[in-house]
């Protein structure tokens, strides 16, 4: 069927371009920028998912889960990724099927560096819970929520310390006091 259909452009080869940016190419700079031309209702929501401490896939996850397009286990399992057989429930609850993930619009009115600091909270949850829901769908691991409560907290600290220098604490002291930490530079 592909073979038959008509050519679109005689003489000129396909090529995939992003659009976004004058070179064609695609870099998180570019789909940041791009981000930034929709002002208004959404400049908030773009804020908190770009200018934060988390890494830049960890933005850019999270600019996938603003626009709804992660995808959840009964996609993967639509699209051949997932066998048949694999649950598509979520895998906490197991009650019900694991739905879209998204991140809403959470905005934090506080000092500049705080703000920083609070923004990436909500990223560190969503990008745990979705790497812990990956490692049980790929790798057959057990699902832990202590373990993935613990992972919350040394990421928070590790992202909060590379990127915050300002921060004197130590990664254990932020990871296991968070709440004075922010007390503090509040």
């Known amino acids: ?17 992003w659009m976004a940016d004058t070179s064609g190419s695609f870099s998180i700079t570019s789909a ?22 988390s890494p830049p896939k960890v933005q850019f996850f999270g600019w996938l889960a603003w626009k709804e397009r992660v995808k959840s286990s009964s996609y993967l399992q639509k699209i051949g990724v997932l066998n048949a057989g694999s649950t598509v429930n979520c895998i906490f609850c197991n ?22 600091i609070l923004n990436v909270i909500p990223l560190v949850v969503l990008w745990s819970i979705w790497k812990q829901r990956n490692d049980y769908l790929f790798n057959s691991a057990q699902v832990n929520i202590e373990g993935l409560c613990d992972s ?6 590790l992202w909060i310390k590379s990127s915050c220098p300002v921060v004197l604490y130590s990664v254990n002291d932020i990871a296991h006091h968070l709440q004075q930490v922010i007390v503090y530079l509040g």
Do not use: C
Not at 1 to 17: G, V
Not at 34 to 44: R, V
């Open 95 to 116: 009650g019900d099927v694991e739905s879209v993930y998204s991140i809403g619009g959470l905005v934090w009115k506080l000092s500049k560096q705080l703000k920083l």
């Open 1 to 17: 069927m592909l073979l038959t259909t008509p050519a679109l452009r005689k003489n000129m080869r396909d090529i995939l371009r």
């Open 152 to 157: 919350i907290k040394v990421r928070i600290a």
């Open 32 to 53: 940041y920028r791009w981000s930034q031309l929709g002002h208004g209702a959404n400049s908030k929501i773009i804020e908190f998912i770009w200018k934060n401490v």
